[in-house]
């Protein structure tokens, strides 16, 4: 089984829909992001959290909310999508500062 | 601000040649520095990962790299490239200036390695 899974893998949405990205991971670590992968952009960080009462906005939340309901699951909503957020998104998690993040396997969303 | 840059959104090379592939940071104080590689419809794995001591870095399936404060660099080699090696490949630095709790990766843009057979 992955450490980190993400559902679902793939999905299609028309624009005003409200949709959610779930994560959950077995690491046990405290330390849970939520990431945004496009061409030609790398990796951008939507939002962080450290624990399960700590949650952090990254360089581009507008749009965005996340939830950590227990240490090993953090999800990501848009709560009205628009096409520019179509996207493969990527949860990771790591244990403390800059030690290596441990990836899922991505969402791929496209918003129609 | 802290911000990493990868030179060269593609690269290809031809089985068993050296593979190149450039980063460099901006900062004031040595970052945390890593490699990350992506094959398709997969997450981010790690290669390599500096944070202090010996400035040459090895990693998994024969990549390497070398930190260089002088050219804030932190270059990613690999002396003969296999077809598995084909792949996106991503820079990421972590600032080292805030005392480490709250410090998080910032990636480059990656670059696509291709390799011909």
């Known amino acids: 089984d992955a450490d980190v899974t993400q559902t679902p893998r793939n999905r299609i949405t028309k624009t005003g829909k409200r949709i959610m990205l779930e994560c959950s991971q077995t690491k046990g670590h405290d330390r849970m992001y939520w990431y945004r992968q496009d061409p030609g952009l790398g990796l951008r960080l939507i939002y962080y959290s450290f624990d399960v009462k700590d949650i952090n906005k990254g360089e581009i939340s507008d749009g965005y909310s996340v939830s950590r309901q227990a240490q090993a699951k953090f999800s990501l909503s848009l709560e009205s999508a628009i096409p520019n957020q179509t996207a493969l998104y990527f949860c990771?998690?790591?244990?403390?500062?800059?030690?290596?993040?441990?990836f899922g396997n991505g969402t791929r969303l496209t918003v129609t | 601000a802290q911000s990493v840059t990868q030179l060269g959104s593609h690269v290809s090379v031809s089985e068993g040649a050296l593979v190149l592939l450039r980063c460099n940071y901006s900062s004031s104080v040595p970052p945390y520095l890593f490699w990350y590689v992506q094959y398709p419809n997969q997450g981010l794995q790690l290669l390599l990962k500096y944070t202090t001591g010996a400035t040459l870095v090895k990693g998994i399936n024969g990549f390497e790299a070398e930190f260089k404060k002088s050219e804030t660099s932190f270059h990613l080699t690999k002396p003969s490239a296999h077809m598995s090696d084909a792949a996106e490949y991503f820079c990421?630095?972590?600032?080292?200036?805030?005392?480490?709790?709250?410090?998080?990766?910032?990636f480059g843009t990656g670059t696509l390695l291709a390799v011909q057979p």
């Open positions: 990771a998690t790591n244990d403390r500062a800059n030690s290596p993040l441990h």
């Open positions: 990421a630095v972590s600032d080292r200036r805030y005392g480490g709790a709250t410090n998080k990766l910032i």
